[in-house]
């Protein structure tokens, strides 16, 4: 168990995850906002909007970089599919591998969607100075390691 907190750091504890959770619900809310929009579901923009700015990527691909499970992926992209947004298309040099490509209806729709919505949180970010992006860097990584560790510990004890 934690020490307790003397009540200017508990204040400052406060104040960062306010922030935090600012950030990730506002996130969403404004990728959800874009998707309605679009007449899309959130992971769908996103997947739009990746491929468009990445590229074709693989299933798995897909899966780390939105960090969901391959199976969840299949699922959007099988509504993708069925709604003419994009392809599947075996790989050449491995079979097993199976590429997401944007249709030319898909890439019409991800150019008519005016920003990812990911892109409002990095033009934030670049209002920060080299050092203080560094630094956030740093930190956010750090965070991530330890909220992995405490999710393990909790997911293990049953």
Known sequence: MAP???PELKADVDQTLEAIIYLYT???RIT???ARRANLTGPQLTVIKMLEQIGDLSLTELSEKIRAQNSTVTGIIDRMEREGLVLRERSLEDRRVVHIRLTPKGAELAREIP???MEILRQALLSLSANEAR?????????????RVLVSESTNKD
């Open 4 to 6: 307790p907190l003397s």
């Open 26 to 28: 506002e996130g969403r």
């Open 32 to 34: 959800k906002e874009f």
């Open 115 to 117: 920003v990812e919505p």
């Open 135 to 147: 630094d956030l860097l740093k930190i956010a990584t750090k965070l991530a390691k330890r909220v």
